[in-house]
């Protein structure tokens, strides 16, 4: 399996500002998988980030609006920017070890005022 | 383009009992399966991963059977507690295993103490 962190927890941002999620993996990873979860739905996948090249992602989904790096095997960040209302949701990322599934990180739970 | 569906979207039983959980899926050429966990706001706990060659996977009071066939799957949960409480999904990714995974829509699961 994997062990998967991201910071923050939580917060709270106003409208029009950006806010940046880290997510830390303790192995190395090829891929690593954002999604958002909107209240009272499933997950939906961003954007798929492969280390050394540029982000894959989904329809509906922008660079500009949702930038990502990843940096090394084990590190990525997502950007959330200009933010609306309608950015409320838990943003997650995510990595598979070859043939062990798919794990998750806890989650940020992001509130846009 | 594959399609995850779970029923039912919401269940609701006494502590003790035995329950089921179905998932269904309409491309059979998938390479797992997997079972998750979801507490309120929180991420995503996996609970069992059956590959595309097996037929079931227990933990604990857990089992999850796989029939690719008919596109099911069913996750037993024995001897229900009010610490299963939560949403479980069911998610499958494509024939290779490493992309991004579709879920199902959940369960959302109440024991009652």
């Known amino acids: 399996s994997a062990v998967i962190s991201q910071k923050p927890s939580r917060d709270i941002c106003q409208r029009g500002t950006s806010l940046t999620i880290q997510c830390q993996v303790d192995?190395?990873?090829?891929?690593m998988f954002w999604y958002r979860q909107q209240p009272g739905q499933s997950l939906t996948l961003i954007a798929t980030a492969n280390q050394g090249s540029e982000a894959t992602y989904e329809s509906g989904f922008v660079i500009d609006k949702f930038p990502i790096s990843r940096p090394n095997l084990t590190f990525s960040t997502l950007t959330v920017s200009n933010m609306s209302p309608e950015d409320s949701s838990i943003y997650l990322c995510?990595?598979?070890?070859?043939?062990?599934?798919?794990?998750f990180g806890p989650g940020t739970r992001l509130t846009v005022l | 383009k594959q399609e995850v569906t779970q029923i039912p979207a919401a269940l609701s039983v006494p502590e003790g009992e035995n329950l089921v959980l179905n998932c269904s899926f309409t491309?059979?050429?998938?390479?797992?399966l997997q079972w998750f966990r979801q507490d309120p706001g929180k991420g995503l706990t996996s609970l069992l991963l059956?590959?595309?060659?097996?037929r079931e996977q227990t933990s604990g009071r857990l089992n999850a059977s796989l029939d690719k066939s008919s596109g099911r799957s069913t996750l037993y949960i024995a001897a229900s507690q009010p610490g299963d409480s939560a949403t479980y999904l069911c998610?499958?990714?494509?024939?290779?295993?490493?992309?991004?995974?579709?879920f199902g829509t959940g369960t959302r699961l109440t024991i009652i103490p």
């Open positions: 491309d059979s050429a998938i390479y797992n």
């Open positions: 995510s990595v598979t070890p070859q043939g062990l599934g798919q794990f």
């Open positions: 192995s190395q990873v090829t891929m």
């Open positions: 059956i590959q595309s060659s097996q």
């Open positions: 998610a499958v990714p494509g024939s290779f295993g490493n992309e991004k995974l579709t």
